[in-house]
């Protein structure tokens, strides 16, 4: 071989290859600190998350990043209020002589989107199904009944489909969302939500319920006159049998009857009083932001967005002795790819056409709160954001044969999507299991929301060497035992090839979309087209 030819070789390959460079290894000793004790879980408001944000700053500016965050720092503040129910919460529901009362913790939670030390209410219940008014699938459970001042009990999800013209499917919509319960009952007047948690219906079991609202939950301040929930509350399965058994009603024949379209509110006859007792201060949180200039004059006006959240559940309720929620697959392993891509983009010899925006956002756990303040106080105009590719919760089991980008179908990028997994010899595997509606649970829906072509790049089903449904069966045992568990904790053990492919589709992906002549935008006539 010639020595011109092989050089020619060799630049071609560096130049293609170059998000060949990302290393899994550097991806593994990112999410090994992030999710080391030291880090404390990455809370909001806490040490820990302090910490983290200073860390990946410190790596965006090492990569040779710019700073695209307030006053020319790599942070852009995100003003907080954190409210943390204390355990003299008290709950009770009383019926004709008779009350059953409700102990903190092992029969309810609840947080008063108040913002004041101590909420007290006192309110009729109306049990409302599924809490939902979806005109597009013909679906009303509240049939003109006036909640106002009520208190609404429901399930949390939607009723139950396998027929794509009515719900979806078997995805979870929007509509199925604990999010979405809260807030269809302020715009209706309600005085708060008490959701009865089952299994299924949640998705997940009563000790994540616990573990993510018997804390400090970080709420956007409230404006001046703004309605709120005196309490946005869950109780467990057993709770609400007690408690609809005062109004003669069983938890089975009320699933049974949210799942009739001709399901009417059911006044319960019940009075539900509760005081919650309150920590409350301000949080000045951050979301963390770099970004690498294009190198088209007129184009680098325009941005591709990777995000992924910092923040974790930090130091809470111990779990067999263990105080840290460590969040080392949620989600050390997306920042850890976000802080290896930053590094892979400023590394370019030739800069894509649009400028690429690295951003690590604060309070996801607390309800996509980071990502939505973004939204709110863009950096950068959401008309001229290309693409939002989000990293959350990535599972680092090996070589991984497939990808999942539920969502992107909606944009019109899902071409471009499909050739580079071809490239990467990846297969696009479907959500195994929409019926959990991971869209609408991570950072990319609030970029969505603001019209902002927006999805994550998701972790692998299936990975080599291993029989179907390898990724799938590990994702549903990490599920039961770790999510948002203190024991989702880095393991020595652990192959990080899934998560080098992960952000070798994404480099790849982000950079055709910041070369390409036209913005990139949703399909015509998808539920956030702008
Ligand atoms: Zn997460």
Redesign the pocket.
């Known amino acids: 071989m010639s020595k011109t030819l092989a050089f020619l070789l060799i630049s071609a390959l560096s130049a293609g290859a170059q998000p060949g460079s990302i290393s899994a290894e550097r991806i593994r000793e990112h999410t090994r600190f992030l999710s080391s004790d030291l880090l404390e879980g990455r809370g909001v408001g806490q040490r820990g998350g302090d910490i983290a944000t200073a860390y990946i700053a410190t790596q965006f500016a090492l990569d040779g990043a710019k700073p695209a965050g307030d006053n020319g720092t790599f942070f852009q503040k995100v003003p907080l209020v954190g409210v943390e129910t204390t355990p003299g919460a008290q709950l009770s529901a009383t019926a004709g002589g008779q009350a059953v009362d409700f102990k903190y913790l092992d029969d309810f939670v609840g947080v008063s989107q108040r913002q004041t030390p101590q909420t007290d209410f006192d309110a009729e219940a109306v049990f409302v199904g599924h809490g939902i008014a979806a005109p597009e699938w013909k679906w009303d459970d509240f049939k003109g009944v006036d909640v106002k001042g009520k208190l609404l009990v429901l399930f949390t999800n939607e009723p139950t489909s396998t027929d794509l013209a009515f719900f979806d499917g078997r995805a979870l919509t929007y509509y199925g969302r604990w999010s979405y319960k809260y807030e269809e009952a302020l715009r209706r007047g309600a005085a708060g939500v008490l959701i009865i948690h089952t299994t299924p219906t949640a998705g997940y079991g009563w000790e994540v319920v616990r573990n993510s609202w018997a804390r400090e939950v970080p709420f956007v301040k409230l404006a001046p006159g703004e309605s709120s929930l005196a309490i946005q509350g869950w109780v467990t399965r057993e709770a609400g049998q007690k408690l609809l058994a005062l109004a003669g009603q069983n938890v089975d024949d009320l699933l049974a009857a949210s799942e009739k379209r001709d399901f009417k509110p059911i006044p319960l006859g019940i009075r539900i009083r509760g005081s919650l007792p309150a920590k409350v201060r301000a949080l000045d949180s951050r979301n963390v932001a770099a970004v690498v200039p294009g190198s088209d004059p007129k184009l680098k006006d325009e941005y591709v967005i990777f995000s992924a959240?910092w923040d974790?559940l930090g130091i809470g309720t111990p779990v067999n002795g263990d105080s840290i929620y460590n969040?080392a697959i949620?989600?050390a392993t997306?920042c850890a790819i976000l802080m290896e891509l930053a590094r892979a983009w400023a590394a370019l010899p030739q800069k894509p056409r649009r400028s690429a925006l690295f951003l690590s956002v604060t309070a996801?756990?607390g309800g996509l709160k980071g990502s939505e303040y973004y939204a709110a106080h863009p950096l950068f105009p959401a008309a001229k954001t290309a693409l939002d590719l989000n990293y959350?919760?990535l599972y680092p089991w090996g070589r991984a044969k497939d990808v999942v980008i539920t969502g992107a179908e909606r944009t019109d990028v899902y071409a471009l999507a499909q050739q580079i997994a071809k490239r990467l010899d990846l297969a696009i595997s479907p959500d195994a299991q929409p019926e959990q509606g991971h869209y609408f649970?991570?950072?990319h829906f609030s970029f969505a929301h603001a019209g902002i072509p927006a999805f994550s790049i998701e972790h692998a089903t299936e990975f080599a060497g291993q029989p179907p449904g390898y990724g799938q069966k590990l994702a549903e045992e990490y599920n039961d035992k770790h999510y948002h568990q203190p024991s989702d904790e880095f393991r020595d053990d652990w192959d990080f090839t899934a998560l080098e492919q992960a952000a070798e589709y994404g480099f790849l992906l982000g950079r055709e979309v910041a070369n390409q002549d036209k913005l990139s935008g949703w399909r015509p006539g998808d539920q956030f087209h702008r």
């Open positions: 959240h974790h969040g949620d989600n997306g996801e756990e959350d919760a649970r991570s950072d």
